[in-house]
């Protein structure tokens, strides 16, 4: 299993490239809808990655998928272009789900 970028900024694909993290860099709410297809209806994908500001053009489409998709899971990660916001959701979803505060 693996892990796949959809990222809105080549310095991010770059990044995670060297990591070994195959991926693709989009900028419009149809190329991002069409690389999230893509990617789900690959069976090696096990997590996709996705950029803060490409998850605010298809939010709905990111949590859908989310809701009603075993595989792969999805997650937002921040690029250079991000609030920074990522962790602080991440940290309440946790305190959110399991009740306990990080």
Same mark, same amino acid.
């Given at each position: 299993?693996?892990? *796949? @970028?959809i &990222? !809105?900024?080549?310095?991010?694909?770059? /990044?995670?490239?060297l990591a070994g993290i !195959? /991926?693709?860099?989009v900028h419009e709410p149809a190329e991002v809808e069409k +690389? @999230? !297809?893509? +990617?789900?209806k690959m069976e090696?994908? +096990?997590?996709?990655?996705?950029t803060e500001t490409l998850l605010q053009l %298809?939010?709905?489409?990111? *949590? &859908? @998928?989310? @809701?009603? %998709?075993?595989?792969?899971?999805?997650?937002?990660?921040? !690029?250079r272009h991000g609030n920074g916001r990522t962790s602080d959701s991440i940290t309440r979803y946790v305190r959110e789900a399991i009740g306990l505060k990080l």
């Open positions: 299993m693996r892990f *796949y @970028l &990222s !809105d900024n080549v310095d991010t694909q770059v /990044g995670l490239r !195959d /991926g693709v860099v +690389a @999230l !297809d893509r +990617a789900v090696d994908v +096990a997590v996709i990655l996705i %298809c939010r709905e489409k990111v *949590y &859908s @998928l989310k @809701l009603n %998709c075993k595989r792969p899971l999805i997650v937002e990660i921040p !690029d």
